[in-house]
């Protein structure tokens, strides 16, 4: 790659020198929460002051009243007022003292006052690179950049940035991690200042440049309406993703999919058993049970169709960018070569209408408790075969020929009983099977094409298990008594931890045999001809980056 | 119905075995003399609660449970010094073999360059043995394969092997 294509870095926030986040940082982690609990306490003692005016003054050895007989309402005010002070300088200080800095090879975050946390990540290592706007601090045009490496709760966290401002130093690092070197030295002050949205604090060289909110300065009306652009945009950065997505679902496809799941069937009969018992006679306890389960499930409708709505996949230079979420959004970017099993599944209720679903295994999948949707799984919630088509094409790049596709399609829906005359390329378990997996046999089968394994199970839920062979991790071939008697085997493809389990219930012993040879040297020349880990290198000269370098320059002038 | 009639267990090739491998590793014979003394400390630990709550309590269900325990640790023991034959290993060219299992059998192959770490441990009566425990870790949770009793200079001396195949063989995740 030459010199001149080089992209821009967008941002000067890549330079390697310590920088802050945005101010109101404190106040969007934390914050919220401690609002509400001073409302909370405001509400409770409004309600004790209009209790003390009516007259009714016998509460005793409350703390409140306790203070107001003794006379020491002074000193309580004082107190509460030292400990606000010390609440607001703490929020100063955390916010001064986290710090963050990127440079070529890594990515590391400074936080923490009493306890001091220091954490690095190797940009060669990123497994994904999570772009996530709450509910809340979306509305103050903040985003929380996350920068996912394999392990567990192994992410390095930028909360919160300005949104445009993390939206450009997402695009950065991608192009950081992707192996483009990038010449340091000439980031000439002319470009840097003619980048938009790069505050530049002139004359302070020595203290970390103060990142705020782009806008911050300008009128309120401009900010209430870059507000509401971001907040209307789904994506943000509009040059470096092709602008549509891939697949298009519907709202209403959606919200019927959620319907038509395995918990609808659950609450159904939870309500038969619930009329049948109130017809029998029972009395209203069991109902006082059920009824907040109900609501809560209403609750539960309500998060998934918000989630998944507004779903949109679409291939970028720097891999997948998947974006969800109606209130609370999110838009995660996986780098090529940083999925590590894939699943096609199609839930029984979902077979008439020809709806599947596509969930992934990354490296990245840190669990996390609160509501904001992280890293998700799901890369497509309901699609139809066009749709899986089109989505496989973008998470297996290559895997597109027609013998390919015809693998997919046969994964998806064949079956050896199905289409007995007609060739399968899947590799059967045998009749016998039928003894361990009576209806499910059939569709028993695995299929190794170029460096993917394929994996047909399930017949009441259909799963089509695709494992690239660079990125599994081990396979294993097991037997038991049962099967013994059978002359039957079953075999794991081992991949990192995830929604998708790669195993196969059933084969043929010689089979299974075959299948541990042809995986684990599979395996094996696979990960030696892979170059993922830094994939623009691997790639000659991509258009995809001379577009967006062109769009730079265009911004430029 | 399904046909049983290719169905002998008694043919040989019912048993899962890996044909054209080389020649597999076993670990330490004295090995079995830890999964011994696991096994019996298991049976007296349970057995001893049952019969605690047998007596003190009058608990039948406990004397049951706890004759089950005791018949199971019999078993266990009388098959152990094959269950640990079973174990073995081998290098082979780009991959670390693994068995073990003889009513339940494992065969797992994982590639050098996918290994994360290696931990080796010893738990006490190993010690005592001067036998250690030797884990390859991966990415995936479920693949990590663990070679139990290994003679101590052989286990350390695999670990250092096996680093280094794997930094040759480097992969990333």
């Keep these: ?557 | 119905m399904p046909d049983q009639g290719d169905l002998n267990p008694s043919q040989p090739s019912a048993r899962l075995d890996l044909v054209d491998v080389g020649e597999w590793k076993r670990v330490s014979p004295k090995y079995v003399v830890v999964e011994i003394v696991g096994t019996i400390v298991f049976g007296v630990v349970v057995c001893g609660g049952a019969s605690l709550l047998w007596l003190l309590l009058d608990a039948t269900w406990a004397m049951w449970v706890g004759l089950a325990v005791l018949l199971m640790t019999i078993i266990n023991l009388v098959f152990e010094p094959r269950r640990v034959r079973s174990i073995g290993y081998q290098l082979r060219g780009d991959d670390l073999l693994f068995r073990r299992g003889i009513l339940f059998q494992r065969f797992v192959a994982v590639p050098y360059g996918r290994m994360q770490l290696i931990d080796i441990t010893r738990g006490p009566v190993a010690r005592w043995l001067g036998l250690a425990d030797l884990k390859f870790v991966t990415a995936a949770a479920t693949a990590s394969v663990s070679i139990p009793g290994l003679p101590e200079a052989d286990a350390e001396s695999l670990r250092d092997r096996l680093v280094e195949l794997a930094e040759i063989r480097r992969a990333g995740l």
């Excluded at chain 1, 919200?255 to 109130?278: C, E, H, Q």
């Excluded at chain 1, 799984?377 to 899986?388: E, N």
């Design chain 1, 1 to 557: 790659m030459s010199e001149s294509v080089v992209p821009v870095p967008r941002t000067d926030l890549t330079d390697g020198q310590w920088h802050r986040l945005h101010p109101a940082t404190p106040l969007l982690r934390g914050g919220i929460f401690m609002v509400a609990i001073l409302g909370f306490i405001f509400a409770n003692l409004r309600e004790r002051l209009i209790d003390l005016f009516i007259g009714q003054e016998n509460y005793g050895g409350d703390p409140i009243d306790e203070i107001y007989q003794r006379g020491a309402t002074g000193w309580a005010l004082l107190i509460i007022a030292g400990v606000l002070i010390v609440i607001i300088v703490a929020f100063y200080l955390s916010w001064r003292m986290h710090t963050f800095r990127v440079s070529g090879e890594i990515v590391e975050v400074r936080s923490g006052l009493i306890f001091r946390s220091n954490r690095k990540a190797r940009l060669d290592r990123v497994q994904g690179v999570n772009l996530a706007r709450p509910v809340v601090p979306r509305l103050f045009g903040a985003a929380r950049l996350e920068i996912t490496v394999a392990g567990q709760d192994g992410n390095v966290q930028l909360a919160y940035l300005g949104s445009k401002l993390a939206d450009d130093l997402r695009r950065d690092i991608l192009h950081l991690a992707s192996g483009l070197r990038q010449a340091r030295a000439p980031m000439a002050a002319p470009e840097a200042a003619a980048t938009p949205n790069a505050p530049a604090v002139p004359g302070d060289d020595e203290a970390p440049t103060l990142i705020g909110p782009p806008t911050a300065h300008s009128a309120l009306g401009d900010f209430a309406t870059a507000r509401y652009q971001e907040f209307v945009a789904p994506e943000q950065d509009p040059d470096a993703a092709p602008p549509e997505s891939v697949v298009r679902i519907p709202p209403g496809r959606l919200i019927a999919s959620v319907v038509m799941s395995g918990f609808t069937v659950f609450l159904l009969l939870a309500g038969i058993g619930l009329i049948i018992s109130v017809i029998a006679g029972s009395s209203g306890w069991v109902l006082v049970a059920v009824l907040p389960g109900l609501i809560g499930s209403v609750g539960y409708y309500f998060s998934r169709i918000t989630k998944q709505l507004r779903f949109t996949i679409a291939g970028t230079s720097d891999g997948v960018r998947v974006g969800f979420g109606l209130l609370s959004t999110s838009s995660q970017t996986l780098p090529p070569g940083r999925i590590h099993a894939i699943a096609v599944s199609q839930p029984i209720l979902w077979r008439r209408f020809g709806w599947w679903q596509i969930s992934i295994n990354t490296a990245g999948q840190a669990t996390r408790g609160s509501g904001a949707p992280a890293t998700s799984t799901t890369i497509l919630p309901v699609g139809t075969l066009a749709d899986v088509a089109k989505v496989l094409e973008l998470a297996l790049p290559g895997f597109d020929t027609d013998h390919h596709r015809a693998l997919v399609a046969d994964g998806m829906l064949g079956g050896r009983k199905r289409d007995a005359g007609v060739p399968d390329y899947f590799s059967n378990a045998p009749r016998r099977a039928a003894w361990l997996r009576p209806f499910s046999w059939h569709r028993t089968g695995w299929a190794v094409s170029g460096n993917v394994a394929l994996l047909r199970c399930g017949v009441i839920s259909r799963d089509l298990i695709l494992v690239p062979l660079a990125r599994m991790q081990g396979v294993s071939v097991r037997q038991g008594p049962l099967r013994r008697r059978l002359r039957l085997a079953a075999a794991d493809l081992y991949t990192v931890a995830g929604p998708v389990n790669a195993s196969l219930s059933v084969l043929d012993v010689d089979e299974a045999l075959v299948l541990f040879e042809w995986m684990s040297t599979g395996a094996v020349r696979s990960a030696q001809s892979d170059t993922s880990h830094h994939w623009s290198r691997a790639m000659p000269k991509s258009a995809a980056d001379q577009q967006s370098s062109q769009n730079q320059q265009g911004a430029v002038k």
